[in-house]
């Protein structure tokens, strides 16, 4: 008997919300300048491509000039946490770059979300909103599958009603 295909995406998206971090690190925060040899510990160029990313996700709820600490941060959050790995590695500028593209498109104040967005000790926790992707995505595969099989169920009824047409 072989299993459903979407049962492998759905393991496929589970077993890659385990592997992925749960944490944005305070450190993306900060400033992205490490002091001293910084010829020999030049930062590796950020392989996510944030310029096309859905930015509309922030500055259609994150609105000045009284920024909401909620509103704000679940929005950052919501962008941010699919490449908290990436984000959290301080050998890459993807923390820089993803900033610098934020702030292009919202036009919001330096330190904003440094100064809002605070969770815990390790930074902003990503649990609830890898968990909401996760679901969503889940939802969205099985929709797939249901559509896959009534389109299997009505391409095998009209082969077999073409067929005893045709006898």
Known sequence: MASPPFLHLL????LSGFASSTT????????????????LQQKASCDIDFENQNYTI???QCKGPN?????????FKELACPFSEKLNDMKNDCATTLFSYINLYGKYP???FANMCHDDK???????????KEKQQKSSSAA????STSLIMFSTASFLILLFNLC
């Open 144 to 147: 797939a599958a249901e559509k």
């Open 122 to 132: 390790e930074g902003l926790n990503c649990e609830e909103v890898m968990k909401a």
């Open 110 to 112: 330096p330190g904003l």
């Open 24 to 39: 944005l690190s305070n450190n993306i925060f900060g400033s992205q300048v490490m002091p001293g040899r910084s010829l």
């Open 67 to 75: 920024y909401q600490a909620k509103a704000c941060c679940g929005a």
């Open 11 to 14: 393991l496929f998206f589970l």
């Open 58 to 60: 922030i500055t259609s």
